[in-house]
């Protein structure tokens, strides 16, 4: 994919209580995160994307960027159309959520709208196969936080788009 694809829209997501980046091209996304860890994040699936449309999972080591990984999560929708489950959760992202679901499908996340968004997100990614830049406000342990998401797609070995690459930042959270 080049840096110069045109815009792809999301026609299905819910927009109202979640601003999305506006150009889904990997320049685009690049240019409208503000946060340097979300950069990095869209560098590191970059890099291990080489020429292709998107990396496979398997191609992600988080051991490679330790400090990033804390940001990342990992999901894998084995089944077309299935259930996400989450393979990796890192380390600041389950300390500011006081969860830890690694392992657990994505129902197990308890805020139902907040599930629906990423289930919305993750079905977006997969079947577009394009990068995916949001940010919107949460509340967690009793404080308002502002977070900049980018969810990046992943090939699985049956060579269908079925992982997603979650990148989660709060602003103030480091």
């Known amino acids: 994919m080049a840096l110069t694809d045109p815009v792809f829209t999301y026609p299905d997501l819910d927009t109202s209580s979640v601003e999305y980046a506006p ?3 990997t320049a685009g996304v690049r240019s409208w995160l503000r946060a340097g860890k979300m950069r990095d994040v869209l560098d590191f699936w970059n890099d291990i994307r080489q020429f292709r449309r998107c990396p496979e ?3 992600v080591d988080f051991a490679s960027v330790p400090e990033l990984a804390n940001w990342m999560i990992l999901l894998e929708r084995p089944v077309p159309g ?3 489950l989450f393979r990796t959760v890192g380390k600041k992202i389950i300390e500011l959520s ?3 679901v690694t392992g657990q499908p994505l129902m197990a996340l308890p805020d139902p709208e ?4 990423f289930q919305a997100n993750c079905d977006a990614v997969t079947r577009a196969a394009m990068p995916l830049a949001s940010r919107y406000r949460r509340m967690l342990k009793g404080a308002s936080f502002d977070f ?3 969810d990046l797609p992943l090939m699985l070995e049956s060579g269908r788009i079925g992982g997603v690459l979650v990148g989660m930042h709060a602003a103030g959270a480091d």
Do not use: N, P, Q, V
């Open 23 to 25: 150009d889904f091209s």
């Open 57 to 59: 999972l398997a191609d």
């Open 82 to 84: 299935g259930d996400c």
């Open 98 to 100: 006081h969860l830890d």
């Open 114 to 117: 907040y599930r629906r968004m």
């Open 148 to 150: 900049e998401r980018l």
